[in-house]
């Protein structure tokens, strides 16, 4: 990227480090952030610095706040012992679109994946296990993406938490084998709801 000047060069670098951006596409955002005014360029930089600062996992779901619990665990009305388990914070918005859940979460933050080197360790399969030792837990809906990694995660999770006698249920394959839940319609995320099975 000789004919670019540096500083242009390593905001593309940077651009490029997003997930299924390209070199291109980080080109374009480059380019872009070049043309904000000053005032625009300093709020586009201190809401990144923000978000980075005061965002941080809830205590109890592992979902991403800025407070000790997030907005679903603080909330009085959510079934407390309905159990949603997902792979990331993007699969809790996905199924929040529905309005149809009124549960709360466990965030994973992965799958297990030993080809990637991910074994239960580096998700929080061991908080989960804990959630439900701790009791009133009457039932884990396991929302894993429906991929090789999800099913396994899920297996394992159902596997795990079978001594503490809980119900665990998986979603309805209405969402398509292979397409990850922030993808999915509402309509399609409220059927696998309903439609969800016993492990």
Avoid: W
């Avoid at 390593?10 to 490029?16: A, C, D, I, K, P």
């Amino acid at each position: 990227m000789a004919y670019y000047v540096e500083a242009l060069s390593r905001l593309v670098e940077q651009f490029m480090k997003i997930p299924s951006v390209g070199r291109k596409t980080a080109q374009r955002m480059a380019f872009h952030v070049l043309n904000l005014s000053k005032e625009d360029a300093e709020n586009f930089a201190n809401a990144i610095m923000d978000a980075h600062d005061k965002i941080h996992k809830c205590s109890v779901c592992f979902n991403l706040t800025e407070g000790e619990l997030c907005p679903v665990c603080s909330n009085p009305k959510r079934e407390k012992g309905l159990i949603c388990v997902v792979e990331g914070p993007r699969d809790v918005i996905a199924i929040e679109r529905t309005r149809e859940y009124s549960g709360v979460y466990h965030v994973l933050h992965g799958v297990i994946s030993p080809m990637n080197g991910i074994g239960p360790e580096q998700i929080t399969v061991k908080e989960l296990v804990a959630r439900v030792a701790g009791g009133e837990i009457t039932e884990i809906i396991m929302a894993t993406n429906p991929t090789v990694e999800g099913d396994t995660t899920a297996m394992y999770i159902a596997k795990l938490l079978k001594p503490f006698e809980v119900k665990v249920t998986r979603l309805a394959y209405g969402i398509p084998v292979g397409a990850d839940l922030e993808y999915a319609d509402d309509v399609t995320l409220m059927r696998a709801l309903e439609g969800r099975t016993v492990l």
